[in-house]
């Protein structure tokens, strides 16, 4: 155990009891054609982590320590997709119709695929997930309780919706949370923000924060 500079105060961590959890970097929410633009979004904010978020998967590889890689994304028959999401607000396109990147947020078609530069490595989890929390619905909480997992540093986006969501659900099954800030990113960069100071107030009420670089030194 060794504590590294976070805030709203030092993390006590755990470098043998970690995972690093990347939330939905795929092309749909971070290349133009996808559900991201669809809803009319500037794509662009989210690329910008990319670099960041590759050292971080990096540094977890060559620590040996588990990468888990999630996907927002609907059975084709969209059997788990609620009218309740698809049918929210007025977007260019809806999530199971045909855009330039195959059809919106459905699993297998390209546009669901993580992007190139931060593909799964072989044997590395990839948890697809119908809602905005990873646990729900999935897998994810039996596979980290297998790993012996007790601590999460989580990297992806948007951070305010599927990040933010995913770590007060990690938080909430007695897992210690941190949050990468430079490799986490939203569409609105107030949001990204005030996240991230929700998340960290009241003593950490949700989790920590931290730079990658900080995590990569604490991983060596
Ligand atoms: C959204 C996500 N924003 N991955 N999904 O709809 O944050």
Known sequence: METIAARPFA???????????VIDMQRDFLEPGGFGA???????????????????IAGFRAAGRPVIHTRECHRPDLADCP???????APGLRIGDAGPMGRILIAGEPGAEIVPELQPAPGESVVDKPGKGAFCATDLGAHLEALGITQLVFAGVTTEVCVQTTMREANDRGYECL????????????????????MTAQG?????????????AGLE
Do not use: C
């Open 11 to 21: 993390f006590a961590f755990d470098p043998s009891r970690v995972a690093l959890i």
């Open 38 to 56: 669809s809803l009319g979004n500037d794509v662009s904010r989210l690329q910008a982590i990319v670099p960041a978020t590759a050292r971080l």
């Open 83 to 89: 009218p309740a999401k698809r049918l929210r607000g």
């Open 179 to 198: 949050i990468a800030e430079d490799a986490t990113e939203s569409y609105f960069a107030a949001f990204k923000h005030a996240a991230i100071d929700m």
């Open 204 to 216: 950490a009420i949700v989790g920590w924060a931290t730079e990658v670089a900080t995590i990569l």
